[in-house]
């Protein structure tokens, strides 16, 4: 990926109030009622900007075969550049949210994981993103740090940092809240 630290680009959606001109047609987007809210919508081709939380995945990866580690991945980019998380990311069109949790894990870890169950789906305390977490182990691969990572490794449970976003967080306490959910 190229060096790209617009943080714009890397992770928000333009809030409503940014959308000037339509971007089918270009003409001036106007405000509108729909479904009761007010939205930027073109009265020249219909458009309406609909504002939505990005959906995205995450993955919590273990291993239990020596003793309880999990991998984590140190954040190249903003929000959070330089803290750590599970991998994950935005889903892509015509991806389910399985498919871009085993992506993300493979571009940012190098590890081809074997999803074993779903930890739950959480929004961000801003309500911009909604992310799902799985639950995986390795499968295959080299653990090596790609893409928007800068760094992944193993800790063991008790030793690891703790994570940049509370959405994570949460997910790891649901893991560790359910008991022997891995095995
Ligand atoms: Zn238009």
Redesign the pocket.
Known sequence: MADNTNEFVQWRHAPPNLWR???????D?IDCCWDGKMRRY??????VYWERPLPAAAVLILDFSNSEEIVLVRRRYPPEAGHWTMPGGGIEAGESALQAAIREAKEETGLEIVVDGQLGTWSTPTGETVITFYFAHPGGGTLMAGTDAEEARWFPLDMAPTLAFSTHREALERYLSVPRMHQ
Do not use: E, N, Q
């Open positions: 001109y339509c971007p089918l047609c270009r003409a987007l073109c009265s020249r081709c219909g458009f």
